[in-house]
């Protein structure tokens, strides 16, 4: 594909991926599952996990003699090592990345201005974020493509998103920090709400497991009807099951009305200081 129309978006695709862990190796394994992967290309001195190592569509590598000579054969370059290793990285192998293949990063808080020290702002990027739900398919990303990505490479990548879960393009690539605080971060509010909810649950008398298994499987239930009827708002949702003067109305006055701030109020406040966050990283 290599950013040029020659190559059909129904083609499967040959992937470079530096760095397997976690987020890496949760996409790649959405993207074998799909069936959209004909070669990925591992390069990774930290090995992977078990369950990927005899995987005929994958060639685990060490050397950058080998990576130049993969990502010559590539359709896309997608780096999934932590930000912090990032300088490093592209510091070893940013000469080796040719100048029309488009690389895609889900490093938390680098823009493209960070990696066009390397590879030039001209160059073909694409920067995702996705969440830790992608490693079950059921993840939300976003994405923000630079002017230079042909829009067979954008296809591409919509096949790659899809294949683990769900996603929206970003036409400014700022608003990268805000998906990150809202759906990057999103999951680990989630679950310290599950943590809230069944200490509330102890409070009033559950043993552990009890409180657990209420508190999980009210979130899980939740969730699901939410999915199951995607016409429907968050806000009938809730009032389908208020009623008034009753148990659930008397809980919702508390978390809608709480002083100093309600739920809403605090929610507000924690993405703000997950996107101020992910500004800073940029910036560092």
Known sequence: MNNKPTAATSDKLNITLIGCGNMGGAMLRGWLKAGIINKAYIYTRSGIAED???NAYIENFTDTATLQQNLGASDLLTLAVKPQGMAALMDEIGTTIPKTLPVMSVAAGLSQNFFSKYIGMDHPFIRVMPNTPSAIGRGMSGAYASPSVHPTS????????????????????????????????????????????????????????????????????????????????????R???????GTTEAGLKVLMEHDPVNLEELLTETVKAAEQRGKELGKA
């Open 52 to 54: 990927l190592q005899h």
């Open 154 to 237: 954008k296809a591409a990548v919509n096949a790659l998103l899809s294949a683990i879960g769900h996603y929206i393009w970003v036409e400014d690539e700022a608003q990268i920090d805000a998906v990150t605080a809202v759906s990057g971060s999103g999951p680990a509010y989630i679950f310290h709400f599950i943590e809230a909810l069944t200490a509330a649950a102890k409070s009033i008398g559950f043993d552990d497991t009890s409180a657990t298994a209420l508190a999980r499987q009210t979130v899980i239930g939740a969730a699901a009807l939410a999915n199951a009827q995607p016409d429907i708002d968050a806000a009938t949702l």
């Open 239 to 245: 009032k389908n099951v208020t009623s008034p003067g």
